[in-house]
């Protein structure tokens, strides 16, 4: 560092603040080991307490240092941590526009992208290795030594790498004595290494072959290959119907992928959830590694490995599958792209489908987006050219979709001889099914006993104390349960406001409803399939596969049975109450019913046997409710996008939602008034036009003891709310013991 123009510095993040950017000199003896990607201990503050860092840029003097130091007084970087990036230029340029795009500190986003286990170096150990000190091999036939130090350093001069110590005594037949001594004259030297001591290979799957295309598949294949032979970004909305053979179509255009020596991210919404599509790729590919919440960080790290290394062609995983550090990716698969699961409700609030379609326009590859009920968003990109829409409007072998009728829960509540769950109607389909041999499934999106325990003396509802939220009343543990926040009590006997003694359990759960069917037809096997039933590993797996070999009748459930379960056999779904979620506080309510009926009514007439749908409702005339009865995407989109339009909301408008929490009422609203205007005033000053809506108390007004207001900020798409939001949170001054956090496109409006 002689010359005034001659330095390198190292540009870091930390994981918790202060997050930085900050830039610290490289010394000379670490020149060649420091690149963006590497961890780093630096100083830093006053006291140069020493902190690790991510380096996420070289630069040198070309560059604009992050402060206005003179870069000869820059604080040097105490050491180097990796030997290698733990992730590539392209992932970093990925984490770099994740923290940009939902305004989220780098360090932060950088723990999400690269898994706790590949940091720490889990499932691997330090090992030492030993080799020939330099130019020994050459020296050896003139040295004088004892037999087995011969030995041991003829055996070394013969090669391979990998010696430790125990297998280089093995080998020799010695002891240590003859090694140590040879390390101490220096003729071997020994270096230490981190291994891999876990793997995690998965059972292989029966082979199957390719099925014949139908016409529809055949075209949206050719689409795809194409752009896979031209290698260049593509975006692919694949609207294909339940049963319409997507999937056939992923596994097909991957095997193209393959075949170029290239890897294709297959992401899904909660993989536990689908044991069959799993099976059906590793039925069709040598190498698929599938990344599911159940994997140890051990085993985490091991596939990461794996991939990195390129010896996986076929990568499936929920949401943060999509981080996955293919060398040579080719190929992007979202299934189900519609699904609220993609998005991340934690910071970085990242949305896995944005994040792939910006991956796949780093990498120059397609991506194909499916559903049979697309986002609105995702339409409205397709509508207007964003994508390329891939039609698939017909079931495979031409199967009929399932013919849905309504019932009208306003007139039958009065006709009705019980109080159950089950119509009078829907009983005897259920009976005729089941007589005919075909199987049943049962939906309702509300798990527990009762929903509401309420006292009929004085209407008072027994809430979480932490939470605005009725609690649910449990059947099994006979105890009351809060859904946000798992607080539990035991279930109450008198009303604890004014001591009455009987209570009622009110509003019907899963829980209720499996007493029911249990009631009505007690010799047909029914089980339910909630988180609450599903909550050891592998418990999906076992519980689909009892309902397949047909030893299950009746499977109810919580939307967990919604989605994507391919069972030929399903003739009759019922779906309990379709209004659950048509009346919440949320512009998307109406596209979440529809679409989970439509999901739903999907799992019926897979077979030859065909199938029906039986939907319960109080609103039998919510457009949502009247185009799901009709397979009718098109026209359910038709109707709702001009609403949004008209409203601002997404996809005609960017939206942000900032939540401000704290255990004082007074403070939250406090903060939460002074985010507002300087939200406005940034704004402002930017000559930039944005409605700030709000503050008001957020639906959920009170949660694990916090108060909440939210503000929603909402711009038209050719303004972008980020750099405003960015400058803003300079700017404001975060009262004690309140937090508050940014939401970019949100999708939880509670
Ligand atoms: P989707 O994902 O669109 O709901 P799937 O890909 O699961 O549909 O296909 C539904 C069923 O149809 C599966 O059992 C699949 O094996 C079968 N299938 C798909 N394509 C064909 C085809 N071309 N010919 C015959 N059967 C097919
Ligand atoms: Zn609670």
């Known amino acids: 560092m002689d010359d005034q123009d001659d330095w390198l510095a190292a540009r870091v993040v930390f994981s918790q603040a202060p997050h930085g950017p900050y830039d610290y000199r490289i010394p000379a003896e670490f020149e060649t080991r420091v690149s963006p990607g590497v961890r780093l201990t630096v100083p830093l503050g006053r006291g140069n307490r020493t902190r690790q860092a991510y380096c996420i840029d070289v630069i040198g003097p070309f560059h604009q240092l992050a402060s206005t130091v003179n870069p000869q007084r820059l604080k040097p970087l105490s050491s180097v941590l990796d030997e290698r990036p733990i992730m590539d230029g392209p992932l970093l340029d990925l984490a770099k526009w994740i923290s940009q795009y939902y305004v989220c500190p780098l360090g932060n986003v950088i723990e999400t992208v690269v898994p706790p286990g590949v940091r720490d170096g889990s499932g691997t150990r330090e090992m030492l290795f030993l080799v020939l000190a330099e130019g020994v091999a050459d020296q050896l036939p003139g040295l004088n030594l004892p037999p087995k130090q011969r030995a041991v350093l003829e055996t070394l001069a013969a090669g391979g790498s990998d010696w430790t110590p125990r297998e280089l005594a093995e080998t ?46 055949q075209q949206a294949l050719d689409s795809i290959n194409q752009a896979v032979e031209q290698g260049e970004y593509r975006g692919f909305l694949m609207h294909g119907i339940t049963g319409s053979g997507k999937t056939e179509v992923y596994i097909r255009a991957i095997q193209k992928v393959v075949e170029f020596g290239r890897q294709a991210i297959v992401l899904v919404p909660e993989i536990s959830l689908t044991p069959q599509t799993r099976r059906r790729f590793r039925a069709r590919f040598d190498q698929v590694a599938v990344l599911h919440s159940h994997l140890t960080a051990a085993q985490r790290a091991w596939h990461w490995n794996e991939i990195s290394q390129g010896r996986v062609q076929v990568i499936i995983g929920a949401r ?12 992007i698969v979202l299934d189900e792209e519609h699904d609220g699961s993609f998005k991340q409700d934690k910071a970085p609030r990242y949305h896995a489908r944005d994040v792939a379609v910006r991956r796949a326009q780093q ?153 029911e069917v249990k009631a009505i037809f007690p010799d047909v096997p029914c089980m339910r399939m909630d988180t609450d039933t599903m909550r050891k590993p592998g418990s999906h797996e076992l519980a689909l596969s009892r309902f397949r070999e047909g030893e299950i009748k009746i499977l109810l459930g919580t939307q967990m049975i919604a989605k994507g379960l391919d069972f030929p056999n399903v003739t009759l779904v019922g779906v309990i109450n379709a209004d659950t979620a048509l009346h919440f506080p949320d512009f998307r309510a109406s596209e979440r019913t529809f679409g989970l009926v439509t999901q739903v009514a999907g799992r019926s007439g897979r077979g030859p046997k065909g199938g029906r749908v039986l939907v319960q409702t109080f609103s039998p005339d919510n ?26 909301y997404p996809p005609f408008g960017s939206l942000a939602r900032i939540v401000i929490r704290s255990e004082s009422q007074e403070r939250v609203k406090q903060q939460s008034e002074q985010i507002a205007d300087v939200l406005q005033q940034v704004a402002d000053e930017q000559g930039q036009s944005i409605l700030v809506l709000g503050p008001a108390p957020a639906p959920v007004e009170k949660l694990r003891g916090k108060y909440r207001f939210h503000i929603l900020v909402r711009c038209d798409v050719d303004c972008q709310l980020q750099p405003i939001i960015q400058l803003a949170t300079t700017r404001i001054q975060t009262a004690e013991n309140v937090q508050w956090i940014v939401d970019i496109d949100p999708m939880d409006m509670l």
């Open 363 to 515: 990498a120059a590859i397609p991506i194909v987006l499916g559903s049979a009920t697309p986002a609105l968003d995702s339409w409205h990109r397709a509508q207007t050219g964003e994508f390329e829409l891939l039609s698939m409007p017909n079931r495979v072998l031409n199967r009929p979709l399932p013919d849905v009728a309504t019932i009208d829960l306003r007139v039958d509540f009065g006709n009705r001889k019980s109080r159950g769950a089950i119509s009078q109607k829907l009983r005897q389909e259920i009976r005729s099914a089941i007589h005919q041999g075909g199987q049943v499934i049962l939906l309702l999106n509300r798990r527990g006993f009762a929903t509401r325990i309420q006292c009929p003396g004085c209407g008072h509802v027994e809430q979480c104390p932490d939470c605005s939220i009725p609690m649910t009343h449990h059947r099994d543990g006979s105890k009351a349960v809060c859904h946000y926040c798992d607080f539990q009590i035991p279930e109450p006997q008198v009303c604890t406001e004014c001591g009455y003694a009987a209570i009622r359990f009110a509003g019907i759960g899963t829980q209720k409803l499996e007493q």
């Open 623 to 648: 457009p949502a409710i009247v185009a799901a009865k009709r397979h009718d995407y098109l026209g359910f989109a038709a109707g709702e996008l001009p609403t949004r339009e008209e409203f601002g």
């Open 320 to 331: 943060s599958a999509i981080f996955a550090p293919a060398p040579n990716l080719g190929l």
């Open 172 to 217: 020799v037949g010695c002891t240590q004595g003859p090694i140590t001594s040879l390390r101490k004259k220096g003729l071997i030297i020994s270096s230490t290494r981190r291994v891999r001591s876990v793997s995690h290979t998965v059972p292989r799957e029966k082979r199957e072959q390719n099925l014949v295309l139908n016409t529809d598949q």
